[in-house]
């Protein structure tokens, strides 16, 4: 069964801190992973991530995907209480009848204090 | 500007009633899906449609029904047999097929209670 496992599920950090949010995935024919962030209704477009090794980049946040160990982490550097979200990572493969769908994790919920 | 409309933001439905949320794209896009979002849950699929006319269940498809008619609606009807409706509902839209390079696009979704 095609998975996506996020951790850790919720993390309270202070501001200036850094965080790391990670995703880990066993999908068949594997395409695309996507990060998403949701602070309170739809969730906006972070990054997407085909090949290993190469890291996006923007502002504060950065990503990076692992296709050997298959996972992959979204960095934040000094974090804000602006960054407070649920950040969702969603993987889609190359065949079938789902081509194209989005299999999301549960998700990680960032609370930064001020 | 381009983009998903969903509506209502809020809905309250009593036991027993069947209720239709829409769901309107402007963007061309040829898929469209729905999810569902629970506290804990993370997004799961209902059902989506890769083209006019045609859609397909997702994970969560019992209780629900859908039509996709005109390429710009994807309405999705939670019937009485969805036992546990109150959720988050969100709707997406990408490319289509092998075109989704920057994933979906999502609406601002409605928030359904059974009262």
């Known amino acids: 069964e095609d998975k996506v496992v996020q951790s850790p599920l919720s993390l309270v950090v202070h501001e200036g801190d850094t965080v790391t949010l990670n995703c880990s995935y066993e999908?068949?024919?594997?395409?695309?992973l996507l990060w998403y962030k949701q602070e309170k209704k739809a969730p906006t477009f972070l990054f997407m991530l085909?090949?290993?090794?190469i890291e996006k980049k923007s502002g504060r946040l950065s990503s990076i995907l692992d296709k050997k160990e298959l996972f992959s982490i979204l960095n934040i550097t000094a974090t804000q209480t602006g960054d407070s979200a649920i950040y969702l990572c969603?993987?889609?493969?190359?065949?079938?009848?789902?081509?194209?769908?989005?299999?999301f994790g549960k998700g990680t919920k960032l609370s930064v204090k001020p | 500007d381009g983009g998903i409309t969903q509506s209502p933001k809020y809905l309250f439905r009593k036991e027993g009633q069947n209720v239709t949320l829409s769901c309107e794209q402007n963007?061309?896009?040829?898929?469209m899906y729905w999810y569902r979002q629970d506290p804990g849950q993370g997004l799961r699929l209902i059902y989506y449609?890769?083209?006019?006319?045609?859609?397909q269940k997702g994970d969560i498809a019992e209780g629900y029904s859908v039509s996709r008619e005109k390429k710009e609606s994807f309405p999705l009807t939670v019937t009485s047999a969805q036992k546990n409706p109150t959720a988050f509902y969100l709707c997406?839209?990408?490319?289509?097929?092998?075109?989704?390079?920057?994933?979906?696009?999502f609406g601002s979704g409605t928030r359904l209670t059974v009262v």
């Open positions: 997406a839209s990408s490319k289509g097929p092998g075109q989704q390079d920057y994933g979906y696009t």
């Open positions: 999908v068949t024919n594997f395409r695309s």
């Open positions: 085909t090949s290993s090794g």
């Open positions: 969603a993987v889609t493969m190359n065949y079938g009848g789902s081509q194209g769908n989005l299999i």
């Open positions: 963007l061309n896009h040829d898929a």
């Open positions: 449609s890769q083209i006019v006319n045609d859609f």
